[in-house]
């Protein structure tokens, strides 16, 4: 399967780097907007989480359409995953499961102070506040996660894999998710 290829490479290539993906979605227009973010860990089968703000314009996004492209290139292997599914935010509100409690809650508890500050910093995309910036201190790993945190949970289901370091021609294969059981396809390229 499409994840087992995405776990070799993640044992092979443990640079912080090759956890890098980018994310696409899609705005109240329709408009694409994509950026970088960082593969936190795996919650299901099919589903990867990243952590954000919830005050970030691809949250509002996710909410008003879940449907998310992830591109994640392993530059070192020369392979690439497009991830396409449905993404659901773990904001800590709501009616929220225990089981979606407990995974918000283990993936702050692993986050760095670095990352962890950040969900302190004042609203993203406001005019510059420099001294309110500065004086954000990290909320600790200990306490309850603050509401501007949430995790995204990406649940996968198709996956376009390029694998380039293949010979004579690349290798490109369509997995597709159809009633729970996973479908693999090798395509031209
Ligand atoms: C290397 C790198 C990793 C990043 N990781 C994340 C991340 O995991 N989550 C996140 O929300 N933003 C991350 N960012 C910042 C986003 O790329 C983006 O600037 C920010 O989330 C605002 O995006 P938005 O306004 O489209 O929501 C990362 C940026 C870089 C350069």
Redesign the pocket.
Known sequence: MWRQGIEQLLREYSSVTAR?MVLA?ADAAGLP?A????F?DWVDTNAFA????VR????T?LTNNARFEACWYFGEARRQYRLGGTARILDGQGNATPEDQACRTRIWQGLSEATRAQYAWPT??EPLEPAALEAATAPPAEQAAPSTFCVVVCDVDHVDELQLDASPVPNRYEHRRIDGDWTRTALNP
Do not use: E, L
């Open positions: 890098f979605t907007h950026r970088t973010v960082v936190r990243i952590v954000s703000d970030h314009d691809k949250i996004q993203p995309r």
